[in-house]
């Protein structure tokens, strides 16, 4: 490799590390957050989380619940006992959901 070779690629390879380290340092690491389902209730009720996060609901009752969009746009499906289910939200906005078994049982996610 030639000097002027050599430097080029330094500051190429100096300009990408750059970029990438930028990149770290205002990007952010995906989280997951859950959402007991106890009692016949959603907790916690309302949820502020980040686009791209997922949230995981987990049943401790005995009954089968789900969450369900109130637009059914997701679903986690029929979640037994000790069973759970999640969803990545890629988009801003609010969310609120339901269990298809107990309508009473309600929730909102609001997402930054």
Known sequence: MS???RRQFGGVF???CAGLLSGVREGRAATTHQ???????FDPERLVIKAGDT???INHDIAPHTATADDKSWDTK???KNKSGSITFANTGTQTY????HRKMVGEIIIE
Not at 35 to 41: A, D, P, R
Not at 98 to 101: A, G, I, T, V, W
């Open 3 to 5: 000097s002027i070779t």
């Open 35 to 41: 959402v007991e389902i106890k009692s016949f209730h």
């Open 78 to 80: 029929t979640l037994r």
């Open 98 to 101: 339901y269990c298809r078994f």
């Open 14 to 16: 100096a300009a990408g």
């Open 55 to 57: 949230v995981e609901w």
